[in-house]
């Protein structure tokens, strides 16, 4: 079937967090790569991804391609479900013979709310839905595909057997082919990486057990599957040269450092390649393998802290102590690898002390830029389990964003509100950039590159226009 990989359009300002699809506006624009669209984009021929957000595509822009396909994939989440469910009927409205599929965390943890919720909606598919989509755009019948749930012709919903994780990962194309192919790599920014950069997978699933992170708990899994080191390797070699103006690659498994023996040997190859990558870490990497990363090309690590109190980590289940965490921070400044740390304000067992205590904790450790989030219960994960049996959700507050995009607080606890918890996000951030040390650092960064110079610029210029909207009554 002629298909189309669709990242549709959202909507400025939108900001769903961590959880959202890979477009969201944040603190600064921010587009990751549609990995997850490109994976099964490199199974079926002659298919084509189009990203709408980061292309700067509107539903006008894209409408036309609705009579060009027989068969439309579209990626959602929770934040921006109803406004990809508008879209999904925009198409079919144009094409009444288009089929029309959703995939992500959102239909897999809920598939009959999900398909139900439009009969726009052919089909959803479940966790790895690489094969899956394969499946569908290659005819086979759809009660014989696994991981599938889909509408029949009687409108009756049919909901086939979960399909099998992926144990080969090196059985899956490579991503950097459709990049090529289908995307512009220059419109794609993360504040942290170097443009252009590029994104991939090294592996899925991530062995830690937070119960506030979505991918594992939804679509990945807590195993570590892992492409051998010499398939990531050589994708690098043929992306260096397809994309020989790209900085950075950043590796976008969940803990890149899951395994450090492997970490290494693909820290090894690329060194020979002569790249500068960066990658998720957890805190714990001994200073041993932050070495060998950092002889080898390693620029930045990206670090989920979430949290200066040890009780919260516990909490969790993050599996980390404060004191390695430090002695982490400490390495990674002493050998100069740069840290994009990561923060969360609500989590269980959060009040106004353990707020404040985060704050100092990251500015004692001082990672380069932080990122701070709100907790999001989102549906499937322990979190939201936690929150209903608990009465934490505040009926108040229902759903992840208000009228303009911007990420609510719909947590809240009997000792600290809602409201509180929204404010602690702004207060982090001023307390942690508004610093001499800090706003001296960034400075000499803009002196020592025009390039830097007038990046930050822009950025600074989106930062407070984040703060700003923040501010605006919820």
Not at 30 to 40: E, I, K, N, R
Not at 255 to 283: H, M, Q, Y
Not at 286 to 298: A, E, H, I, M
């Amino acid at each position: 079937m002629r298909t189309l990989f669709l990242n549709p359009p959202s909507f400025e300002g939108f900001d769903g967090g961590a959880g959202s699809r890979y477009q969201a506006k944040r603190e600064v624009r921010s587009f990751w790569y549609p990995t997850w669209l490109a994976q099964p984009a490199a199974l079926v021929p002659d298919s084509r991804l189009v990203d709408a957000p980061a292309a700067g595509l509107s539903l006008a822009d894209v409408i036309p391609l609705a009579n060009r396909y027989e068969l439309l994939v579209m990626h959602t989440s929770t934040p921006s479900f109803g406004s990809d469910v508008h879209v999904a009927e925009a198409f079919r409205e144009a094409n009444p013979r288009l089929k029309i599929g959703f995939v992500g965390a959102r239909v897999a943890v809920d598939p009959a709310d999900s398909l139900n919720a439009s009969p726009a909606i052919d089909f959803v598919c479940g966790n790895e839905f690489d094969f899956t989509v394969k499946d569908v755009a290659d005819g086979l019948p759809l009660e014989k595909i696994a991981g599938l749930s889909f509408r029949g012709l009687s409108g009756a919903l049919t909901f086939n057997p979960p399909r099998a994780m992926i144990e080969n990962m090196d059985e899956l194309p490579f991503v950097t082919e459709v990049y090529k192919r289908d995307l512009c790599i220059e419109d794609y920014f993360i504040g942290y990486l170097r443009h252009p950069y590029i994104s991939l997978y090294t592996g899925r699933g991530c062995r830690s057990k937070c119960t506030f992170c979505l991918w594992p708990q939804t679509v990945g899994g807590h195993r570590y599957r892992t492409r051998t080191p010499a398939h990531v390797i050589e994708e690098i070699r043929v992306a260096k040269g397809y994309f020989p103006e790209v900085r950075e690659f950043f590796f976008d498994d969940d803990t890149f450092t899951d395994d450090l023996p492997r970490a290494e040997e693909i820290a090894v190859g690329l060194g020979k390649l002569g790249v500068t990558w960066s990658c998720n870490a957890k805190a714990n990497v001994p200073r041993k393998t932050l070495q060998v990363l950092k002889d080898n090309g390693l620029r930045l690590l990206l670090v989920g802290y979430e949290t200066g109190n040890q009780k919260i980590l516990n909490n969790i289940k993050k599996g980390v102590r404060i004191d390695v965490a430090r002695q982490f921070a400490r390495d990674c400044h002493e050998l100069g690898i740069v840290v994009h740390g990561t923060f969360i304000i609500g989590l269980p067992g959060e009040s106004r002390e353990t707020i404040e205590e985060t704050i100092r904790f990251a500015i004692d450790i001082d990672p380069h830029t932080i990122q701070v989030s709100l907790a999001a219960p989102y549906p499937g994960t322990e979190l939201f389990r936690q929150a209903v049996a608990n009465d934490w959700l505040d009926a108040d507050r229902n759903g992840l964003l208000n009228q303009d995009g911007v990420q609510i607080t719909s947590l809240r606890y009997s000792h600290l509100s809602s409201a509180e918890i929204f404010q602690g996000v702004s207060t982090f951030y001023r307390r942690f950039y508004f610093r001499p040390s800090k706003i001296a650092s960034l400075v000499g960064e803009m002196i020592r590159s025009p390039e830097m110079l007038k990046r930050r610029l822009r950025e600074g210029k989106e930062f407070f226009e984040f703060m700003y909207r923040r501010e605006l009554p919820q």
